[in-house]
């Protein structure tokens, strides 16, 4: 299984400074990739910007949005344009994971309703996937860069049935955003059956991400940043500040279950943004 670690952009006070240290730091060490996660509503750095940095300064970890909420961002050709960007930029290191997203207020602020949003998000994935290939768009021409030779792989994120058949539709695989490995299974086992339905070739990637902190005290940070970004959940945040994997032994343990669920790809989020974090991860899971 691969090992990827999330970059700290939904971390509250982490520089720019900070995103690019842990970058070079994390492709030094070894790790599969580098994920970032999104809000609108939220203090945290744009995914697809931030790539920006974290490809100039990178030549071997992959850059995966883990994931990104495609029907927020409104234009499919222009969110392709900006994968395909990545994509060139990065020689081929992009992993454009993306799913619906279920937060009023991110909708909100981008003036687009919820309601739909599941029949739009199918009709963007539509265009993400003509656009990468190179065809027309509409009467409109052809949008580039090219990457027809070499597309970003598309990730589809989410829990609900829907999901899969997405996934199997459009995508190279899926992610579990969060949970057990026991939950993990389950899902891989709706994602194969849709993979079959659809008449797919091969095995669909299976990725999931969940966190980590191998700060001091583990357990006063997780909750100030990770209990800070879910806070919208209400009491279910203590729920995610408590499935974080504290200390290296809960780490190893998270990794071993994640394997032996049959998880292709385990992007761990961090809790602080001290780039010593990269280091501390390394040691244990590499």
């Known amino acids: 299984m691969d090992i990827g670690i999330g970059l700290p952009t939904t971390i509250p006070g982490a520089t720019g400074r900070d995103v690019v240290d842990w970058a070079r730091r994390a492709d030094d060490a070894g790790f599969s990739t580098l994920g970032t996660i999104d809000r609108i509503v939220y203090p945290n750095y744009e995914p697809l910007v931030a790539y920006g940095a974290a490809a100039a300064v990178t030549e071997r970890i992959r ?15 222009l969110a392709a344009k900006q994968a395909a960007t990545i994509q060139v930029l990065s020689e081929g290191r992009f992993v454009f994971g993306v799913a619906v997203g279920g937060r009023a207020d991110d909708y909100g602020a981008s003036d687009v309703p919820m ?8 009709e963007m994935l539509d265009t993400v ?6 065809e027309m768009v509409g009467s409109a021409g ?3 860069p090219d990457v027809s030779d070499d597309p970003p792989p598309l990730i589809l994120g989410g829990q609900v049935d829907a999901t899969f058949r997405r996934a199997a539709t459009y995508g190279d695989g ?6 057990p490995a026991e939950a993990f299974r389950g ?8 993979w079959r339905e659809a008449g797919r070739d091969g095995q669909p990637r299976k ?5 980590f902190s191998l700060d001091d005290d583990p357990e006063e940070q997780s909750r100030q940043t990770i209990g800070h970004y879910y806070r919208f959940l209400g009491e279910y945040a203590d729920q995610v500040v408590a499935g974080v994997a504290k200390g290296a032994d809960e780490v190893s343990q998270r990794v071993r279950e994640f394997a032996e669920a049959g998880c292709d790809e385990l992007i761990l989020f961090p809790a602080s943004s001290n780039p010593e974090q990269v280091d501390r991860l390394a040691a244990a899971v590499l």
Request: overall charge positive.
């Open 142 to 144: 052809v949008v580039g």
């Open 115 to 122: 309601e739909g949003r599941g029949r739009r998000f199918a």
């Open 187 to 194: 899902a891989v086992e709706k994602l194969e059956s849709a």
């Open 207 to 211: 990725l999931a991400l969940g966190y």
């Open 129 to 134: 996937r003509r656009v990468w290939a190179g």
């Open 63 to 77: 850059l995966t949005t883990a994931i990104a909420i495609l029907p927020v961002r409104v234009n499919a050709a």
């Open 174 to 179: 899926w992610m579990m955003g969060g949970g």
